[in-house]
């Protein structure tokens, strides 16, 4: 991959992922959508998308790989083998699940980037110290670096006149959690978009539960449905793929060094597009969590490599917001 399509594609990518934070709280501040309709249309429009985009990729592999010289029997076995939705998993789909309604909920108050802080700082913790559960070993710097995050955190949400909602917070580290989960679940998948494809075509059940148990708060809004379209067909299905694509030509450290900007872009939206404030505890905050987590990457960048070193790897998949 040439130099200039892969800053091409992570450029997208992480606009991508930003998107889905303004997408998400503008539909919910500007627009009459409930956070179950926008959960339930995102999570199904995505699974719609990336299902179009696996048939797009399966007749692509069946043309290149017809010839007279290959049996129908193995193109057969070839497709079905990198392209089915069985692919995922229903404990999977669950994580997955939590993370978007959680997400969706938690911006029923959150600013775009105090919820994408706090969504980033909780899966970077999450995965770091599942790597250290598994065996790894920080360095110093490392567990300085991981403890001025965590810190960070809790300046951001510790009780005072200028301090996100609480229970918006607490959602949105929920959400981080779980899509740490589904994340360091789906480091071992063959084959990322099909796997994706396949949890999030699970996941539908989940989010249709719950927006029948909330039925009689359902509220459509016209605006709202679309954003919610866009935030799961294009901004979260479309994204992965662009994502996906990006990782082969990016060295795993970079990976989790470039989600970085993610935060940063969703506030700079927040603030032009949503007319969102930005206060002094959410600059120190943006500081302390984003400069800890990249002492810790860059660490593992330039320190020797170790057998169990895992969190970097798995940092690969962690993009997906």
Known sequence: MSLMRLFLFTT?????????????????????????TFTFVRIFSGAVALWLILQIRKKMIVDQTASPLVESSLNSSLVTRHMSLASG?????????????AFSFAYNTLAAGTGALLLFGAVQATMILWGFRKGERLRVIQIAGLGVAIGGLVV??????????????????????????Y??????????????????LRAVPFAALVSVIL????????????YAVISGAITSGLGYVIWYAALAGLKSASAATVQLSVPVLAATGGIL???????LRYMIASVAVLGGIFLVVIEKRIGPSSPQDESVRLADRTGDY
């Open 12 to 36: 997208l990518a992480m606009i991508a992922f930003a998107s889905n934070s303004l997408l998400c709280r503008a539909a919910l501040k500007e627009t009459g959508i409930d956070a179950a």
């Open 89 to 101: 998993n229903w404990p999977s789909a669950l994580a997955l699940f939590v993370y978007a309604a």
């Open 156 to 181: 951001l949400v510790f009780p005072g006149l200028s301090a996100p909602p609480l229970i918006g917070s607490m959602l949105m580290l929920s959400a981080g959690i779980a899509w740490g989960i």
């Open 183 to 200: 994340s360091l679940r789906g480091k071992t998948a063959g084959d990322a978009i099909a796997a994706t494809a396949g949890n999030f």
């Open 215 to 226: 039925w009689p708060k359902m509220q459509l809004d016209s605006l709202g449905l679309t």
């Open 273 to 279: 597009l949503l007319g969102e404030p930005i206060t």
